[in-house]
């Protein structure tokens, strides 16, 4: 099992930065991924970004492109997401994700693919 814990959620004002942080623990090394997705209230859980732990290679959804920056570091088993440009429709629930496989296994962006969750952080961007 794989254990997922994300901090770094706050209340932010349109147009700030915030760092969310994601630590894993336990059989980690069965994971080749490590993303975030998010749900706003009344709204579907969607795909935000994800990246791989062996290379740093990610991919990202189309609306948070070109602001937020997904990284990883293989020896603490991390994961952080770099939003800024933050907007009210950034607000939601943040949940760090992992994705089992070989570590060139290819990326998803769908929900049902990813293995591991953590509890999620909460991140109000207000206008």
């Known amino acids: 099992q794989v254990q997922l814990v994300e901090s770094g959620g706050r209340l932010a004002q349109a147009g700030d930065s915030l760092r969310l942080s994601c630590r894993a623990s336990g059989r980690t090394g069965s994971v080749f991924a490590m993303g975030w997705f998010r749900q706003a209230p009344g709204k579907e859980r969607e795909f935000v970004a994800v990246v791989r732990k062996i290379n740093g290679d990610a991919v990202y959804a189309d609306s948070v492109k070109g602001r937020f920056t997904i990284s990883r570091d293989t020896v603490k088993d991390a994961a952080y997401l770099q939003m800024n440009a933050l907007r009210p429709e950034d607000t939601g629930v943040y949940y760090c994700?992992?994705?089992?496989?070989?570590?060139?296994?290819?990326?998803?962006?769908?929900?049902?693919?990813?293995?591991?969750w953590g509890q999620g952080t909460q991140v109000t961007v207000s206008s």
């Open positions: 994700v992992g994705d089992v496989g070989g570590p060139y296994s290819d990326f998803s962006r769908t929900r049902g693919e990813y293995d591991y």
